[in-house]
Structures are given as C-alpha cells and as structure tokens.
C-alpha cells in the first residue's frame, strides 16, 4: 500500500511485486544454478590496463597528491596511536626470544634468520604484536579505519573530478555515510565466516591429527576448499560495495545489490586483480619490515637498551596507514574502470 500525492490510496499487490522483484533479478543475473551456460552466454567485456601498469597509475595518482595521501595516512596513525594505541614492544621482543630458542636448530644462517624475520612480520600483520587490546580500543580502530577508507574514497572521487580539495574537507566531508559503510562491512564480515569455518577447522584438525588419514583428510580439504571458495565467491561480489555506498542517497543493500550486477561474468579477473593487490602489499611488507626487524634484534643484542625502544611497532603502525591508504585507492580506481566498461550482464 503507498500514498500518492494527492492524498490518496493506491493497493499494491505484495504477489506481484515479488514477481516483478523476481523477474528483475532473473534478468540481472542470466546465469541458473546447476544448468550450463554457453560461452558466449556468459563473455563480459572488461578492459582494464595490464596489472603493472595499472599498479604505476595507482602510484602516479597518489604520489601527484601524495602530500594530501601521506597527511590522511599520518593522520590514521595519530589517530590510532592516541585511541587504539599501538603493538607491543614487549610482544615483540617475547615473540623474537620465543622464536630464537625453539627455532635455533632450524632457522640457522642467513636464510634462517630472514625466515624468523618473515614469521615476525606475518606475526604483526595478522595482528600477533595487537594481542592485548580492550574491546573499546578494537572498536575505535575498526572505526578510524572506516573513515580512512571513506576519506580516501573521497578525496579521489573530488580529485579525479577536478576539484581541488584539503585532508580537511575529506575529513569533514567523508564520514556522512560511516553508518551504512559499517553495515555493508559487517555484511561483508558474515560473508567471510564460511572461510573462518574453514581455518577453524584446519586448527582442529592439525591437533587431532586427523590431516595424517588418507580418506578423512581429502574429505577435510574438500569441504575446506569449499567453504573458503563461498567466502571468496561472496567477497568478490560485495567488496565494491564499499565504494557504492559512499554515493549519495545509497541504501547498503541497493550497493550490495548494485555491486553484485557490477561483477557479473568479471568476477574471476576482478579476484586476480585483487589478488595482485595483496601480493604487492605483502612485498613491500618483506622489503621494509624484515631489513627492520633484522636491525633491530641485532642492535638490540648489541645494546639491549635498545630493545626497549618501540622502534618496530610505531614502522608497523606507519605501515599499516599506508596500506590502508593505498587499498582503498586501488580498490577505487579498479571500481571505477569497471564502471567505465558498461556492458550488460553476462
């Protein structure tokens, strides 16, 4: 039932709109559950650069504003730093010992060493040094972390339209959607519990040894496999949701719906473009934090004065703000050059 301008009362038929929703979504989406579909059914244009040279356009346009890009990432570090604060030099320095004693018959030489480098640094990026955060503190960084990204939408959006804008406006400007971008996030959280299903698992079934039996382990990484390819499958369809919404007057489940349309027939190659992404992020991780690390253990053996110096976790936590600045600029730049290819659904 909806009300007209003039006063009266139209009566809608709830059978009929759910058909039409139906037919909508059917035409949408072509594809059927269980039944094949024909190539050139399902062939989707999608022109996008080469994956170095669309990783040289990210970096050229943010390093033509890297003033305004490194003063929003000094910015989430302030931030962070006052109301999340930051890893734990003590951590560290447990896990370095802890590291060193059980790994000295292994990890022996140079390659040894760089190894345990590289353990400490998958240790900080999966958040092993953040351990001992309040729950406050969690929900503060989800937060700053939420309006960086939003700022960094928004930033581009303005500059890529010719405006010419400061952190502050962005800043300002940015954060009138944080309520809906949070709720697409935490859609796009439930999407990943299929994968955190899988990694559970694989926790048990490492203690209970049940990966060394021939038969139960292939049924193991089966379902794993298949749990981890629902998540990955979800996530890929949702993820330029988070740049959808930031569009005025967008509801989250219209930029789910409207993100999902978007990847149609393109989810493989936008998954290997974020894939790219990651890879990239994660080798310049190795390259900055294990020279560090290594320094650092070796000049804290040298001068143990040293070790109390929370050299590692402010580099991490600089780190961690140029990540995140620069995720959100790929993820919006390759958003808007799928955008740019308007092809119907395949």
């Given at each position: 039932?909806?009300?007209?301008?003039?006063?009266?009362?139209?009566?809608?038929?709830?059978?009929?709109?759910?058909?039409?929703?139906?037919?909508?979504?059917?035409?949408?989406?072509?594809?059927?559950?269980f039944?094949?579909t024909?190539?050139?059914?399902?062939?989707?244009?999608l022109?996008?650069?080469?994956?170095?040279?669309?990783?040289?356009y990210?970096?050229?346009?943010?390093?033509?504003?890297?003033?305004?890009?490194?003063?929003?990432?000094?910015?989430?570090?302030?931030?962070?730093?006052l109301?999340?604060?930051?890893?734990?030099?003590?951590?560290?320095?447990?896990?370095?010992?802890?590291l060193?004693?059980?790994?000295?018959?292994?990890?022996?030489?140079?390659?040894?060493?760089?190894?345990?480098?590289?353990?400490?640094?998958?240790s900080?990026?999966?958040?092993?040094?953040?351990?001992?955060?309040?729950?406050?503190?969690?929900?503060?960084?989800?937060?700053?972390?939420?309006?960086?990204?939003?700022?960094?939408?928004?930033?581009?959006?303005?500059?890529?339209?010719?405006?010419k804008?400061k952190?502050?406006?962005?800043?300002?400007?940015?954060?009138?959607?944080?309520v809906s971008?949070?709720?697409?996030?935490?859609?796009?959280?439930?999407?990943?519990?299929?994968?955190?299903?899988?990694?559970?698992?694989?926790?048990?079934?490492?203690?209970s040894?049940?990966?060394?039996?021939?038969?139960?382990?292939?049924l193991?990484?089966i379902?794993?496999?298949?749990?981890?390819?629902?998540s990955?499958?979800?996530?890929?369809?949702?993820?330029?949701?988070?740049?959808?919404?930031t569009?005025p007057?967008?509801?989250?489940?219209?930029?789910?719906k409207?993100?999902g349309?978007?990847?149609?027939?393109?989810?493989?190659?936008?998954?290997?473009?974020?894939?790219w992404?990651?890879?990239?992020?994660?080798?310049?991780?190795?390259?900055?934090?294990?020279?560090?690390?290594?320094?650092?253990?070796?000049?804290?053996?040298?001068?143990?004065?040293?070790g109390?110096v929370?050299?590692?976790?402010?580099?991490?936590?600089?780190?961690?703000?140029?990540?995140?600045?620069?995720?959100s600029?790929?993820?919006?730049?390759?958003?808007?050059?799928?955008?740019a290819?308007?092809?119907e659904p395949?």
């Amino acid at each position: 039932m909806t009300k007209k301008k003039n006063g009266s009362v139209k009566i809608t038929n709830p059978i009929k709109t759910t058909k039409k929703r139906v037919r909508d979504y059917l035409k949408r989406r072509p594809h059927r559950s269980f039944r094949f579909t024909r190539r050139r059914d399902y062939t989707r244009s999608l022109k996008l650069p080469k994956y170095w040279a669309f990783t040289f356009y990210v970096h050229k346009t943010l390093w033509a504003n890297k003033k305004i890009f490194l003063s929003l990432a000094i910015f989430y570090a302030v931030m962070t730093l006052l109301l999340a604060g930051i890893a734990s030099q003590d951590t560290f320095n447990s896990l370095s010992d802890t590291l060193n004693s059980t790994g000295s018959e292994v990890l022996v030489g140079v390659w040894g060493k760089i190894g345990g480098a590289g353990l400490l640094m998958v240790s900080a990026m999966t958040g092993g040094m953040s351990s001992g955060l309040s729950d406050v503190q969690q929900i503060y960084a989800g937060l700053i972390t939420l309006l960086t990204w939003l700022t960094s939408v928004w930033l581009l959006r303005n500059i890529l339209a010719g405006h010419k804008v400061k952190l502050r406006d962005g800043i300002y400007g940015a954060g009138s959607p944080i309520v809906s971008t949070f709720l697409v996030a935490l859609i796009l959280l439930v999407q990943l519990l299929p994968l955190a299903l899988a990694i559970i698992g694989f926790g048990a079934a490492s203690i209970s040894g049940l990966l060394s039996n021939g038969v139960e382990a292939m049924l193991f990484w089966i379902a794993a496999g298949l749990l981890a390819s629902l998540s990955i499958y979800l996530v890929t369809g949702t993820l330029f949701a988070l740049v959808i919404i930031t569009l005025p007057g967008m509801y989250p489940m219209q930029a789910i719906k409207a993100s999902g349309d978007l990847v149609i027939g393109r989810r493989i190659r936008i998954l290997l473009r974020l894939v790219w992404m990651a890879l990239i992020e994660l080798i310049a991780w190795a390259l900055i934090m294990i020279p560090l690390i290594l320094l650092d253990n070796w000049l804290s053996a040298v001068w143990p004065v040293i070790g109390s110096v929370p050299v590692t976790p402010v580099v991490l936590l600089l780190l961690s703000a140029l990540t995140i600045v620069w995720t959100s600029s790929y993820i919006y730049l390759l958003y808007r050059k799928v955008v740019a290819d308007d092809a119907e659904p395949a």
